[in-house]
């Protein structure tokens, strides 16, 4: 099999497709299932932060002439950033990845989607765990850990994490009537106390309060 990343990636799922039904292992949707989903995350280039290596990388399927016309650089700049981006695939996802997909490996299939679902969505930032303000509270109180811990025994934390997320809130956030949400928002943007020569309350503001503490 090639050792570019990309011709690797065409010629598994290819002989994947091909493979006849009494030759399939019992985890052959699974191996279908990783290198479709591994496709989409290479042609989606949430790994690469340059755009013109992304480009160059969604125009794989075509000549390095023809992409360098496209991105207005020589051809041998495409097949230097093509060549960089293989390596950096292959490190990412490791070298004997297309290998052990095609031998239904059943354990390396359910970490690479595990890897292409945290870098897709962004769970590899810690930014995107807790609000700026809690962040900025726990990074103030970091020191040196010295202990360490188990998975099995972080289940508590990573339960809250998981249950708390920006990023799954921001999928519902999607989901809500945006008119409402935007009409909800500017209501907790005003104060709560309200100073027009006296201090009084802005009851419409406690309302929401407190019918969102219930929720607590």
Known sequence: MSQNFFSCLFETEQRLKDKLPEA???????SLKTIGVLKQFVNSCKWNDTEKTRLMIRNIHRRAVDTAKICNVSPHTVRSARSQASKKLFRLFGEDVFNKIMNGDRELCNRTLALIYAISFGYDRVENYMPEALLRKLESQQSSIDVK????ELSDVIRFLGRFDLIAMQK?????????LMYV??????DLLLDDGEQNVNML?????NQIMKYR
């Open 172 to 180: 519902q956030l999607e989901k809500l009537d945006q008119e409402k």
């Open 185 to 190: 928002f500017e209501i907790l943007k005003d």
């Open 24 to 30: 399939r292992s019992e985890n052959h949707d699974l």
């Open 205 to 209: 503001k406690l309302s929401i309060l």
């Open 149 to 152: 811990f188990a998975p099995e």
